[in-house]
């Protein structure tokens, strides 16, 4: 999704995950590929793709050989490539997850497109402001006590001030650059702020479809496998990344391990599930076609979020804008307010 690790960009999965597809359809050896991946592969994964060769040549299967870079996977694909090796369906494994990854990277790409503009409006707004703050110290204006005036109120007057704004507009892009940049390399902080951003406006409702649709495609997969329901949940709940869904595993299991259904699981891990979701297992449940409800649903989350993602992008935007017209009209007023009163202090003295 937005989270795209620079250990493991998501264009180079996806074009990992295609020729792992096509490849093993030919009938080809997981060595094999993974050795070629090693020399030819996307440049991104190519050591982990010599790693992963010489492990599986010593016996070792790929989830054992995924297990220590866990963190440079998202966890759809570890949960699942562990699903399908398992079950002897690693390529219907690999077209599941190019197929989201696709998607993924094309909510990705237009998210940044959407959040480009905005961008460009909040440096222009800093530059501005500071520009301003430097030409206003250039006049060197005084007050009637003789001191250097300060039109913004905030102590920032000449070159020392302007590059003092300068740099706190840079320090907080840089800081949200910085917290995504941690996210997109460390699952577990990731999947904190997905849960915290649940019940942020705009960001909620994506993010909970993101965690709904991974859970969907890892329930899927498990169900057609014929995995036991303990093993399901456990799969399911670490796929979603979602620290809200995820700390519900351990209730879920419990209740799953008791004899439980999936759907009485899923209520007693108390996790944010839509309504929608627990009425379409409810079904799939009495019907014994989990797999197929799942596939339905996932198929609908899937534009689902892709939708609710363009309104989160959207409202960022508008965030943005809101933020940089403040800032224009709080510094048009003080300076304005500022002169004004000198002006009248000059005309009264």
């Not at 497109?113 to 060197?140: D, N, R, T, W």
């Not at 909970?208 to 329901?229: I, Q, T, W």
């Not at 979602?242 to 700390?247: C, E, K, L, P």
């Not at 297992?281 to 339905?296: H, I």
């Amino acid at each position: 999704m937005l989270f795209s690790s620079s250990k493991c960009p998501l264009p180079a999965l996806v074009e990992w995950c295609r020729t792992l597809r096509f490849s093993l359809s030919a009938g080809l050896d997981p060595i094999k590929i993974f050795k070629q991946q090693g020399k030819s592969g996307p440049r991104a994964l190519r050591a982990l793709a010599k790693e992963f060769s010489e492990k599986l040549s010593k016996g070792s299967s790929l989830e054992d050989a995924l297990e220590p870079h866990r963190d440079k996977f998202p966890p759809l694909f570890v949960e699942l490539v562990a699903v399908g090796e398992q079950t002897g369906r690693l390529e219907d494994t690999f077209q599941e997850l190019e197929e989201y990854y696709s998607s993924a990277l094309t909510t990705q790409r237009n998210f940044r497109s959407a959040m480009m503009y905005p961008a460009i409006q909040y440096c222009a707004a800093v530059l501005i402001i500071s520009g301003l703050i430097f030409v206003l110290g250039m006049l060197e204006s005084k007050d009637s006590s003789g001191k250097e005036m300060d039109p913004i109120g905030l102590g920032l007057t000449g070159t020392s001030g302007a590059l003092t704004f300068l740099f706190c507009g840079a320090a907080f892009a840089g800081g949200i650059l910085f917290v995504l940049k941690v996210a997109a390399e460390n699952v577990r902080f990731r999947a904190r702020l997905e849960g915290m951003f649940l019940i942020v406006p705009g960001w909620g409702p994506a993010l909970l479809a993101f965690a709904v649709l991974r859970f969907a495609v890892a329930l899927r997969m498990c169900a057609e496998a014929g995995l036991r329901a303990e093993t399901t949940l456990h799969y399911c709940f670490r796929a979603t990344c979602n620290a809200r869904f995820q700390s519900g595993e351990a209730r879920a299991v419990e209740v799953a391990k008791r004899g439980g259904e999936l759907l009485e699981a899923i209520d007693a891990s108390r996790a944010p599930f839509p309504a929608e979701f627990r009425e379409t297992l409810m079904v799939g449940e009495e019907t014994g076609n989990t797999s197929e409800t799942m596939e339905r649903l996932a198929n609908r989350y899937r534009e689902d979020a892709e939708r609710k993602m363009k309104v989160a992008a959207q409202f960022t935007g508008y965030a943005v804008y809101a933020m940089v017209a403040i800032m224009i009209i709080f510094f048009i007023f003080r300076i304005a307010s500022v002169y004004i009163g000198a002006v009248s202090n000059a005309a009264g003295g």
